[in-house]
Nanobody, 121 residues
Framework: QIRLVESGGGSVQSGGSLRLSCVGS????????MGWYRQAPGKQRELVAI???????NYADSVKGRFTIDFRRTDNTAYLQMNNLKYEDTAVYYC???????????????WGQGTQVTVSS
């Protein structure tokens, strides 16, 4: 089992910035992807950003140009720099990892506990 610990959420005014952090610990042999998802009240969880390599990174259209994901593979850590935040970015943000615990090609998904981001207009 592994553990994902998120931090960096909070409240900010529209146009402000926040930086989320996610650190993975435990039995991680290798990581395929790390990413961030979010879920606003009454809505489904949606992808924000996901990456495996700098050239293989995807963002939701709604955050392109404003959010940047930074994946530090050697540290099992992913950051999400969020700039020019908007009211509609308000949500609980979840870290996600797809990893394997051994050299066997068996991939497992895990989620963090979530961190609240609130943007006031």
């Amino acid at each position: 089992q592994i553990r994902l610990v998120e931090s960096g959420g909070g409240s900010v005014q529209s146009g402000g910035s926040l930086r989320l952090s996610c650190v993975g610990s435990g039995s991680i042999f290798s990581i395929f992807t790390m990413g961030w998802y979010r879920q606003a009240p009454g809505k489904q969880r949606e992808l924000v950003a996901i990456t495996s390599t700098p050239s293989d990174t995807n963002y939701a259209d709604s955050v392109k140009g404003r959010f940047t994901i930074d994946f530090r593979r050697t540290d099992n850590t992913a950051y999400l720099q969020m700039n020019n935040l908007k009211y509609e970015d308000t949500a609980v943000y979840y870290c996600h990892i797809r990893y394997r615990q051994t050299s066997a090609l068996v991939w497992t998904d895990a989620w963090g506990q979530g961190t609240q981001v609130t943007v006031s207009s």
